[in-house]
């Protein structure tokens, strides 16, 4: 069976992802719809155009979210920020969303126009500041308005919402660009207060992938009650340990957006930062969150390999994640990855150009790197350098199997301090240069 | 005709980069030998083992460095700095450098190693802290001692040094790792108080391109007379402009050195901070600088187009350069250029997430980004964004031509100030991941 291509135009791979990670079935929070369809703005037909709404009218719903820091934000980006300010994260009844044109560097008409998106789906709810939007796709490119109202319109007035497995995944098609496969999770969590929530979240792919494609979109909704301010600090938290320890090829788009809504449709105490059970909920968020950036991974252009490159016994989070990073980012390390190749030069050479905030975070003779294998199979960890010493008797024939994986493990452990930082990239192939190296078209 | 693969074991581009960038004949400084042969450490026989020796003894010469920000330096450079700071840099009469071996990540023994190298060479010259020695090749194994240092020997006993145009590109040779082509340029030059000089220099490839391979080397010599302390403040300044502003890879090795040598063989006052022709010196050694680091973007593996990225009337010059250089290190732009993609979102993208010293460097209203094209056909300057708007009717056929060339340049107009930097880049092409996902071997 091949990768489906009914929303997603590209299949890089013969590994069939769309099977391995789009879900047949799953339970979605309370109180929430999802609805989709094609406006047209995407030429090949497919859906384009997608609406999150919150029907729960119990308590007001509260929003959060994490924008791109690129200096060049766009349109939307601009405009649910404002949103979130007036609103203070309260009341926010719908996320709209689409893909196909980015809505970036348009200027004032472009921000006229994303404030049209969301009025349009503020007046179908009947409330202000109650909409956050959404655009992926061409940069510089305006907006369709005509078709993306009508098609705002056509969702709500032919109720095209539903709460079932096809609506969330169809919306998780409909923000799609390049993607090969769309990117759904849900999870149902029980705090040790009894209570039952859902988390249900979707994203689409990093790496600016298509020439003048952009952006990484994310959203989470839940149906726990929690306050604005928590919900805040819960997804910056979650954001800083998921979606910003990825890396395709490092580059950050001007769209970047990861949202948050919890509509509160479970009837529980309020969750405050205080709360006694916001700490869990908070690392439930937070891998949830991992397990969806990491989907971004897997999704990688012409990625054969999904690799998690972990700090760990590092002074403080900081380092240990800068240092993560430039292991992830290095070209260098990801051709060496595609190349099968226990090349730790490349590694401890990342590692000694990344800027540390402390230089105590690392000290030459503690350090140690391995490659580890994901596959159960033994010896798990093959050491390459042991405080500070390179191992000239590697086994290369386990380094070749442990390489061979799809999925493998590099370790370094700075043996500094006690803190860790755990990265996901992928390698990099002839295949990444060749679909980002297409003329536009 | 084809690439000479005399000390070099890659030819990846049928254009023939060796007749075009090679010189044939050449002015060397006054007072200065090169020798260099094949010791055995690389396998094929090539040369790897050279020395530049001062034989004017009118004055003390003089050298200064700048060396790797690579927190895991290599012994050599280690040992080296060592020899600055003792030496205060002056009465330093030779280079010694071999390839094949980097002697990097070998701890005590590899500083050992290095300090027998430079031993052997001081006693030859009959002086203590007298020499530099440079290694560049495989990370992670120790030095062939014996062989290097009767290679040493033979260099002045069979007197293999020559001052001719043969033994300098030998020499260049002999430096050689994975590089398709030697990196020597010379020129002389003269002031206004009629005072003639000349530079020489060579270096080698960047991007840490063979599995396991490092280093980018550097050396350049001239016969005027200067100051320690002023020849280190003109090479770092010369640095700063050149060899800080290429991008292959965007990977920094351990071993990563440049280094000056003055041996006052011209007979004029000697060069000081304060002296009236410094400036202008200073000038003619950042172009020459220049020069040579372009060689080796010139080299870049697997690269088709050689890219200039100007940053003009910034803030500061500091600014200038973080976004001149996230532009020449972005994967997406690399790939984009390679595709001939005027994908001006690229750019834009990158400039928006380099990390500013300043703000005030970036007003989205002010910039401007062009292609320009550097064989004279007009309309040179291609603009694809002014004052901030995208230009929705760019001339596609001129893109296209522009961006068929082997060398252009990226125009970015900040319009916040009166300083600028170029950096040059190379494209990101399926030749450089295979290159580098080669398996060591």
Chains 1, 2 share one sequence.
């Not at 056509?154 to 799609?176: P, R, T, V, Y």
């Not at 390049?178 to 999870?187: A, R």
């Not at 008797?393 to 590099?410: F, K, M, N, Y």
Request: aromatic residues 6%; glycine residues 8%.
């Amino acid at each position: 069976m091949k990768i489906s291509l009914s929303t997603c135009q590209k299949a890089v791979k013969s590994i069939d992802k769309y099977s391995l990670y789009v879900p047949k079935s799953g339970v979605f929070p309370q109180g929430f719809k999802a609805g989709s369809l094609a406006s047209g703005v995407k030429k090949n037909g497919n859906l384009d155009l997608g609406i999150i709404l919150n029907t729960n009218k119990s308590r007001p719903s509260t929003a959060a979210a994490v924008f791109t820091t690129n200096k060049f934000k766009a349109a939307p980006v601009l405009l649910s920020k404002k949103v979130l300010d007036i609103s203070g994260g309260e009341g926010v009844d719908a996320i709209v969303v689409n893909s196909g044109c980015a809505n970036a560097v348009t200027g004032d008409v472009g921000l006229q126009d994303a404030k049209q998106m969301v009025g349009v789906v503020n007046k179908k709810i009947g409330s202000e500041n109650a909409t956050l939007v959404m655009s992926t796709g061409v940069i510089g490119q305006r907006l369709q308005m005509a078709k993306i109202s009508s098609g705002i319109d056509q969702i709500f007035d032919a109720d095209k919402f539903g709460d079932d497995h096809e609506s969330w995944l169809n919306l998780a098609k409909s923000i799609c660009t390049t993607d090969t496969f769309p990117k759904l999770i849900t999870s149902k969590f029980k705090l040790p207060s009894g209570t039952e929530y859902t988390l249900t979240g979707m994203a689409k792919g990093a790496g600016m992938i298509c020439p003048n494609m952009a952006t990484l979109l994310g959203f989470i909704v839940t149906d726990l009650p929690i306050k604005s301010n928590a919900l805040q600090s819960m997804l910056s938290s979650a954001v800083t340990r998921s979606f910003n320890c990825i890396s395709v090829d490092g580059d950050m788009s001007t769209n970047d957006t990861i949202c948050m809504l919890a509509n509160g449709a479970v009837d529980t105490a309020v969750v405050d930062v205080t709360s006694p059970e916001y700490e869990q909920i908070k690392d439930q968020v937070t891998s949830f969150a991992q397990r969806l950036a990491q989907l971004v991974v897997r999704d990688g252009e012409g990625a054969t390999k999904f690799v998690t490159v972990n700090v760990k016994n590092a002074l403080n989070f900081a380092d240990a994640r800068v240092m993560a990073e430039a292991i992830s980012n290095s070209m260098l390390v990801k051709t060496a990855l595609y190349g099968q190749d226990a090349n730790w030069g490349r590694i401890l050479c990342a590692i000694g150009y990344a800027k540390l905030g402390d230089v105590a975070s690392l000290d030459q003779s503690k350090i140690n790197v391995s490659f580890v294998s994901t596959d159960g199979s033994e010896p798990r960890e093959l050491k390459l350098i042991v405080d500070g010493v390179p191992q000239l008797d590697v086994d290369e024939e386990r380094a070749s199997q442990i390489l061979s994986l799809p999925d493998l493990e590099v370790l370094v452990d700075l043996g500094t301090g006690k803190e860790e930082c755990q990265f996901w990239t992928c390698d990099l192939t002839q295949e990444y240069v060749t679909i980002n190296g297409d003329y536009r078209s």
